[in-house]
């Protein structure tokens, strides 16, 4: 079954530095997001990406954030500074689009990032 | 705005036992209802969905009704089993939301043997 991956499963950075965290959605999906829950928090959403472009971005998905879809694969979050807040895991998440089951997100396993 | 509103966790039951974890929503328009799991050190998986009134969802045991007269969406499961342990999350789509999920806050459930 077809599923979205992430890479890396877990990433040690130090404050101030540039993290990029790469995502291959599911290949005939169009639209395309990433989520960040901090541990025991709720899942919160950070941006959303359709037709090369942002569609979408929450308070959280400051300046620091951007997206891009390089290629036609893949899918990549950069965090251009890092603070410790951070700290979280960040998801990779794509649907399709097209009935009938266009609205259904499917998540990858996550990025496990920690700032320190 | 649009909200999932989950019970609050932890919840531990014996195995066997009954399991409902209770998902209020506030949406205007016709959302369209899910419930994600996300196992110990794994990421979020779809458990089942619903997408209009009175649909059933079901999945490995679990079900859910979108009950649009009490605005609920409530996670059953008759008998659950150690390997049912893990956080379950109620989520929300709508149009008003541009397609993305609004969660809940999570409910973990631990099952001993």
């Known amino acids: 079954e077809p599923e979205v991956t992430q890479t890396p499963s877990h990433q040690v950075t130090q404050m101030g530095q540039e993290v990029i965290l790469r995502c291959v959605p599911i290949?005939?999906?169009?639209?395309f997001y990433w989520y960040r829950q901090i541990l025991g928090q709720k899942v919160e959403f950070l941006v959303s990406?359709?037709?090369?472009?942002?569609?979408?971005k929450s308070e959280i998905f400051d300046d620091q954030f951007s997206v891009e879809r390089p290629d036609g694969s893949n899918f990549t979050l950069k965090i251009r500074s890092t603070k410790l807040e951070d700290s979280a895991m960040y998801f990779c998440?794509?649907?399709?689009?097209?009935?009938?089951?266009?609205?259904?997100?499917?998540f990858g396993e996550g990025s496990w990032l920690t700032v320190v | 705005g649009d909200s999932v509103t989950q019970m609050e966790g932890p919840v531990t039951l014996s195995e066997e036992a009954c399991l409902t974890i209770?998902?209020?929503?506030?949406?205007?328009?016709?959302?369209?209802l899910f419930w994600y799991v996300q196992y110990p050190g794994e990421g979020l998986q779809l458990l089942l969905k619903?997408?209009?009134?009175?649909d059933k969802g079901s999945n490995k045991g679990f079900e859910a009704t979108y009950r649009k007269e009490t605005t609920s969406f409530h996670l059953e499961k008759g008998s659950v089993q150690v390997s049912d342990s893990a956080v379950y999350f109620c989520?929300?789509?709508?149009?008003?939301?541009?397609?993305?999920?609004?969660f809940g806050q999570g409910t973990e459930l631990s099952v001993k043997p």
């Open positions: 998440a794509s649907r399709t689009g097209r009935a009938p089951s266009g609205n259904t997100i499917y």
């Open positions: 290949s005939n999906h169009l639209y």
């Open positions: 990406f359709y037709n090369n472009e942002i569609s979408e």
């Open positions: 209770n998902c209020t929503y506030t949406a205007t328009g016709y959302p369209s």
């Open positions: 619903a997408t209009k009134a009175d």
């Open positions: 989520a929300l789509t709508s149009v008003n939301q541009g397609g993305k999920l609004i």
